[in-house]
């Protein structure tokens, strides 16, 4: 499928010239956190992208920090949520098209939810809550999905102590075990 | 009369050594398996490595039937609680095996999610290393479990 015409389209619904990168299905645009939403109605209801191959989020705090990289992340916003779309032919199964979206959000924004246009997106969103605290609008009461309830925090930002535990049993601090000495690696019996 | 006393005491330790004898060649395990070491422990339960020549071949999947606790693959916090409230609910004698290194150690899951080590919420009498451990070390594991039921040595 050609994308000229649909970037355009979306480029006319942003209001605002499209970063994009990559070319063919490995196309990736950056669209504003206010558009996402309407991008992905858009692209579902015009262009026939049918599935959300994912919802997903990357916390670039501190990216590049000591190195030649320069962090893509625009000034204050350190999320960026990626969606990911394809178009597929239901009758012959093949893939038309793949695009993905990215929008950069910082941590207090409350994106649109895109739950009622994918179910899918639910648990997706209810990752992003958890892993990275990126709550999406319309969801006050979201739950957590992979962790437990009593966990606070959000374990995959990068301000996440990295030695942090919390453990519902057994002790608070029993991260460093002592390095193994050759002789563990048998099958070993306590008594 | 001295004899009459001593009769009591050898006729006990024989008994010892028969139950012990006996628990060690029918071994009821309760298999918790969490991650990819099950796929190891499926080899090793298989006809291939035949884990049915030690007694050991018979999972229950009740813990009031278990006789071993097989700890199979990487424990999250979340599940730990499960994990000790299996245990508990077996019968004692019960043993606990630690099968493959996230059991063990957690592995090289130092992270937020992974229980550093089964060691930590529940009394392991057997550790089984390896990411995941080879049949042969498993059963090579399986021998001193059995030698330690033999012993009737147990943590809990
Ligand atoms: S020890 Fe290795 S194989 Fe076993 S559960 Fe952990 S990561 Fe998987």
């Given at each position: ?191 | ?8 005491g050898i006729l006990t330790s024989q008994l010892d050594q028969a139950i012990g004898w006996a628990r060690k060649y029918s071994i009821f395990q309760y298999p918790f398996v969490t991650a990819c070491c099950g796929m190891e422990f499926m080899s090793v339960a298989c006809s291939h490595y035949d884990i049915d020549r ?98 009737q040595g147990r943590r809990a």
């Amino acid at each position: 499928m050609d994308l000229a015409p649909i970037l355009s389209d979306i480029e006319a619904l942003c209001g605002a010239p499209l970063s994009a990168r990559g070319a063919g299905s490995d196309t990736v645009l950056t669209v504003p956190p206010a558009k996402a939403r309407a991008a992905v109605e858009f692209l579902k209801a015009k262009h026939g992208f049918n599935v959300l191959v994912d919802l997903t989020c990357v916390d670039y705090q501190g990216f590049g920090k000591g190195t030649q990289n320069v962090s893509p992340a625009p000034e204050g916003r350190r999320f960026k949520l990626v969606y990911r779309l394809m178009a597929l032919d239901a009758g012959t199964g093949l893939i038309k098209a793949r695009l993905a979206l990215d929008s950069w959000v910082d941590g207090e924004s409350v994106p649109a939810t895109i739950k009622d246009l994918f179910p899918a997106a639910d648990w997706l969103e209810r990752e992003v809550w958890d892993m990275f605290g990126v709550r999406f609008a319309d969801r006050p009461d979201v739950k957590r999905i992979l962790m437990y309830p009593e966990f606070t925090g959000h374990p995959l930002r990068k301000d996440y102590p990295i030695k942090k535990r919390q453990p519902l049993i057994g002790p608070a601090d029993a991260s460093a075990r002592e390095r193994l000495s050759p002789a563990d690696l048998r099958p070993r019996i306590v008594e | 009369m001295e004899q009459d006393l001593s009769a009591p005491g050898i006729l006990t330790s024989q008994l010892d050594q028969a139950i012990g004898w006996a628990r060690k060649y029918s071994i009821f395990q309760y298999p918790f398996v969490t991650a990819c070491c099950g796929m190891e422990f499926m080899s090793v339960a298989c006809s291939h490595y035949d884990i049915d020549r030690f007694g050991a071949g018979f999972p229950r999947f009740s813990p009031r039937q278990a006789d071993v606790l097989m700890v199979v693959g990487t424990i999250s916090h979340k599940i730990a609680p499960v994990l000790r409230r299996i245990y508990d609910q077996m019968a004692a004698p019960k043993w606990v095996v630690a099968f493959g290194v996230c059991t063990c150690t957690g592995g090289f899951y130092d992270n937020y999610a992974t229980v550093q080590g089964i060691d930590t919420i529940l009394p392991v009498d057997l550790y089984i290393p390896g990411c995941p451990p080879r049949p042969e070390t498993v059963l090579e594991g399986l021998m001193l479990l059995q030698k330690k039921i033999q012993a009737q040595g147990r943590r809990a």
